[in-house]
T-cell receptor, first 115, second 119 residues
Framework: ETGVTQTPRHLVMGMTNKKSLKCEQHLGHNAMYWYKQSAKKPLELMFVYNFKEQTENNSVPSRFSPECPNSSHLFLHLHTLQPEDSALYLCASSQDQLAGGNEQFFGPGTRLTVL | AQKVTQAQTEISVVEKEDVTLDCVYE???????LFWYKQPPSGELVFLIR??????QNEISGRYSWNFQKSTSSFNFTITASQVVDSAVYFCALSEAHAGGTSYGKLTFGQGTILTVHP
């Protein structure tokens, strides 16, 4: 595997379900990001982890819970979601969040539908 | 506050036409970075270019070229002789270099421009 991978690619869940999204980066990076991309809206940064420490929580509802066990893996745990949470969830990584201008590399995303 | 504006929501061209995607940004930081990403239908954002605020040289990479003008706070992207495979959503983004800036350590994206190239 190369780059940034995400599983599953598609997920349909009911509002009472609990599920998790997984992201893995094979680039030796130290920063990982979760973004939400909804139709007709710009990319919204949700969480950032730098060297396994959470450095950003962009006022995300608590029904989204991130986990970063090491610099290569990032999870997004989902529970009691709402239909408006349906979106494409993108994971990204970069060398170091605080290094100037480091580009982020993105995974293919998980298309989430909440029924 | 930092902001990136891509005024063109959708552009439609015929193959082999040249097309320019506009990007205008706002920042109070004197040092910053600008990016372009491409998002094909598969969903993954693909990094195209990064430019720092001290480097105003235009850049060309194959059919792609970028025009950075600090005087107008613009970082426009031109595709020459467009092809169907260029059809995608293109995002411009900004990252500030100094701690304390609201875009420090993260990317602020524009709304994106949907480019459709017809055969």
């Amino acid at each position: 595997e190369t780059g940034v991978t995400q599983t599953p690619r598609h997920l349909v869940m009911g509002m009472t379900n609990k599920k998790s999204l997984k992201c893995e980066q094979h680039l030796g990076h130290n920063a990982m990001y979760w973004y939400k991309q909804s139709a007709k809206k710009p990319l919204e940064l949700m969480f950032v982890y730098n060297f396994k420490e959470q450095t950003e929580n962009n006022s995300v509802p608590s029904r989204f819970s991130p986990e970063c066990p090491n610099s290569s893996h990032l999870f997004l745990h989902l529970h009691t979601l709402q239909p408006e949470d349906s979106a494409l969830y993108l994971c990204a990584s970069s060398q170091d969040q605080l290094a100037g201008g480091n580009e982020q590399f993105f995974g293919p995303g998980t298309r989430l539908t909440v029924l | 506050a930092q902001k990136v504006t891509q005024a063109q929501t959708e552009i439609s061209v015929v193959e082999k036409e040249d097309v320019t995607l506009d990007c205008v940004y706002e920042t109070r930081d004197t040092t910053y970075y600008l990016f372009w990403y491409k998002q094909p239908p598969s969903g993954e954002l693909v990094f195209l270019i990064r430019r720092n605020s001290f480097d105003e040289q235009n850049e060309i990479s194959g059919r792609y070229s970028w025009n950075f003008q600090k005087s107008t706070s613009s970082f426009n992207f031109t595709i020459t002789a467009s092809q169907v495979v260029d059809s995608a959503v293109y995002f411009c983004a900004l990252s500030e270099a100094h701690a304390g800036g609201t875009s420090y350590g993260k990317l602020t994206f524009g709304q994106g421009t949907i480019l459709t190239v017809h055969p």
